[in-house]
C-alpha cells in the first residue's frame, strides 16, 4: 500500500459576506477534491491542540503523526535542520523575517517577497549585527538567526500583525533587551543597503528591518518509521516541512522551480512524488499557495491557488497514482485554515478526507468546511489522521 498527504496550507476559512456568505473553498471550482470527497470518507480535524499557537509548525507536526504538545520546540529549529545549521547544546535558533515597515506600522511580513539572492545580499552584511551569534540566509525572507541565549523571550510571528503597530508587537520578556538591540543595530545598515535602494527605485518594498520569532531548542524526535513501520518522504518549497522530513527521517526531496508560492512548479512536485513512491511508502506533498494569499488578504487570489492545487496537483496526482500498479490511499486537507478577514491562522477545524484501496465512501458530496462536517469521521484529533489513513 502507497499513502500521500496532500495538503493545500491555509485553504480553510470563514463565510465571507464578500462571496454571499460562502468561503473560498466553497465556492473555488475544484472538481477533483470534490471527486475525492464523494469517493472517500470525510471529517474534520483539530490540527491544532488547545492553548497551542495555530501555526503551520504546530499543525504539520500533528498532521505527520507527533504530537505537538510533546515534540514541539519552535519553528526556526525545525527550519534550521532544513538548512542544515547545526544547534548545539544551549543553542536557540530564531526565525528572521526580511520585513517592510512604514510609518511604524507591519506593511509587509516578506518585504514584498524579496528574493533569495537579493536576500542572501543581505543577510551576509548583518553578520556583525548578531554578537557571539550567526546568521543564514535562506529561501526570500526567511533567515534563521542562531543564539547562544535568549530562552526567556516571548515573540510575534509577523505575519499575525500585517497592517497593525509593531510597538504592540516586539519581542517582551527577561532577554527580549538582547533581540531589541540586534533589531535595531541592523535598522540603519538595512535603510543604506544596495539592495534596499535598487528596490525602491524599481517601486518594490525593502528589507528595512528584521523581525526575529519562532524561537527553540532542536527538538527530540523519534522517526516516522519506528512509530509507524513507514518510509517517507516530504515535497515543499518552505524549510518548515522540510526540516519536520529531516527529524522524522524522511527523504527531503528539492524540486527546481518550487517556489511556495502561486507560481510553482506543480507538474514538476507532482512527478517528483510519484518517483519517490517508487522507493518509499509514504510521500507529503504540501503547496503553500493559499496560505501565501490569505495573509495577503487577496480573496480572488485564494481562489485561484486553491483551484490551481486542484488542477495541477490533486488532479495529476489522483492520475498517477490510478496508473500505478499499487494499492494506495490519499489523504486530502489543509493544515489550519488562513481566514481572509484576519489574514492569519486561526485554530478552528479543518476538513480531510481519506480515500483510495479499502474505503467506503459517506454521503458527502463535495470537498470544503461544511460538507466535511457531516462526514463518516466526525471530529478527530491532528496526531490521529495518519493512524486512521494507515488503518483505512
Known amino acids: 500500500m502507497k499513502y500521500v498527504v496532500l495538503l493545500g496550507d491555509g485553504m480553510a476559512d470563514w463565510p465571507l459576506e464578500s462571496l454571499g456568505g460562502r468561503t473560498p473553498l466553497q465556492v473555488a471550482r475544484k472538481p477533483n477534491m470534490d471527486l475525492i470527497a464523494r469517493n472517500g470518507r470525510c471529517g474534520l480535524a483539530q490540527t491544532v491542540p488547545e492553548g497551542m499557537t495555530p501555526g503551520s509548525d504546530v499543525a504539520n507536526l500533528s498532521i505527520m ?47 514584498g517577497h524579496i528574493t533569495s539572492e537579493e536576500g542572501a545580499e543581505i543577510a551576509r552584511s548583518l553578520r556583525d549585527v548578531v554578537p557571539g551569534g550567526r546568521i543564514y540566509p535562506g529561501v526570500s525572507y526567511r533567515n534563521i538567526v542562531v543564539l547562544k541565549t535568549c ?55 525593502p528589507a528595512n528591518m528584521i523581525w526575529l520569532w519562532g524561537q527553540g531548542p532542536a527538538p527530540s524526535m523519534p522517526r516516522f518509521h519506528d512509530i509507524y513501520g513507514l518510509n517517507g518522504a516530504v515535497i515543499s518549497a518552505v524549510d518548515l516541512l522540510k526540516g ?74 489522483i492520475s498517477g497514482l490510478k496508473r500505478s500498479e499499487e494499492a494506495w490511499r490519499v489523504l486530502l486537507l489543509p493544515d489550519h485554515p488562513t481566514p481572509i478577514k484576519i489574514r492569519t491562522h486561526s485554530t478552528d477545524p479543518v476538513p480531510f478526507v481519506i480515500a483510495g484501496s479499502g474505503i467506503d465512501a459517506d454521503s458527502v458530496d463535495a470537498f470544503d468546511e461544511i460538507s466535511a462536517s457531516r462526514g463518516y469521521y466526525g471530529r478527530v484529533e491532528g496526531k490521529e489522521l495518519i493512524r486512521l489513513l494507515i488503518a483505512g
Open 151 to 205: 530562552r526567556d523571550a516571548v515573540c510575534t510571528p509577523p505575519h499575525d500583525i500585517m497592517g497593525r503597530p509593531i510597538s504592540d508587537h516586539l519581542p517582551r520578556g527577561d532577554d527580549a533587551r538582547i533581540l531589541l538591540e540586534i533589531m535595531e543595530r541592523a535598522r540603519p545598515l538595512l535603510e543604506n543597503h544596495p539592495v534596499n535602494r535598487r528596490r525602491v527605485s524599481k517601486g518594490l518594498k
Open 244 to 317: 519536520l522530513g529531516v527529524y522524522a527521517g524522511w527523504r527531503v526531496i528539492d524540486v527546481p522551480g518550487a517556489t511556495g508560492t502561486i507560481d510553482t512548479n506543480y507538474a514538476g512536485k507532482v512527478g517528483a512524488a510519484l518517483k519517490a513512491l517508487e522507493s518509499v511508502d509514504i510521500v507529503y506533498l504540501h503547496i503553500e499557495a493559499p496560505d501565501e494569499a490569505a495573509h495577503a488578504g487577496d480573496v480572488e487570489q485564494k481562489i485561484r491557488a486553491i483551484e490551481l492545487f486542484d488542477e495541477r496537483v490533486v488532479g495529476p496526482m
Open 65 to 111: 503523526g507527533y504530537d505537538p504538545a510533546r515534540y514541539y520546540t519552535g519553528r526556526a529549529p525545525l527550519e534550521a535542520a532544513a538548512m542544515r545549521i547545526p544547534l548545539g547544546d544551549g543553542e536557540i535558533a530564531f526565525r528572521c523575517n526580511f520585513v517592510t515597515v512604514t510609518d511604524g506600522i507591519m506593511d509587509d511580513y516578506s518585504a
